[in-house]
């Protein structure tokens, strides 16, 4: 079994913070690339940071330069969203992504693809 699990979701208002966590558990042999999406009401998801196989961050979306902050602890399995000066143009459902490779249950080799966190729901109000 393998799961994400994400925690840190709320309601504020206009100008506050929160902060996001995911934490990967189960058997599995490695993971590998990591990162955030957001789904708003009715759109598509989108990808908001990612990173490589490191706790260094490879992208940020261009709206949240400069007020969000991920950051990757590798050992732990973890990754965090700090979220500041929220707009409410922040909104949705934020999700946890994941690269994972397994041990073949039958048969010799692995499989790698990706995991999704239930989603967290943020909700910023003017």
């Known amino acids: 079994q393998v799961e994400l699990v994400e925690s840190g979701g709320g309601l504020v208002q206009a100008g506050g913070s929160l902060r996001l966590s995911c934490a990967a558990s189960g058997n599995f042999f490695s993971i590998g690339e990591m990162a955030w999406y957001r789904q708003a009401p009715g759109e598509g998801r989108v990808q908001i940071a990612q990173?490589?196989?490191?706790?260094?961050?490879?992208y940020y979306h261009d709206s949240v330069k400069g007020r969000f902050t991920a950051s990757r602890d590798v050992a732990k399995k973890t990754i965090d969203l700090q979220m500041n000066s929220l707009k409410p143009e922040d909104t949705g459902v934020y999700y946890c992504?994941?690269?994972?490779?397994?041990?073949?249950?039958?048969?010799?080799?692995?499989?790698?693809?990706?995991?999704w966190g239930q989603g967290s729901q943020v909700t910023v109000s003017s």
């Open positions: 990173f490589g196989r490191s706790d260094t961050v490879t």
């Open positions: 992504n994941a690269r994972i490779t397994t041990r073949n249950v039958q048969g010799p080799g692995f499989t790698a693809r990706d995991y």
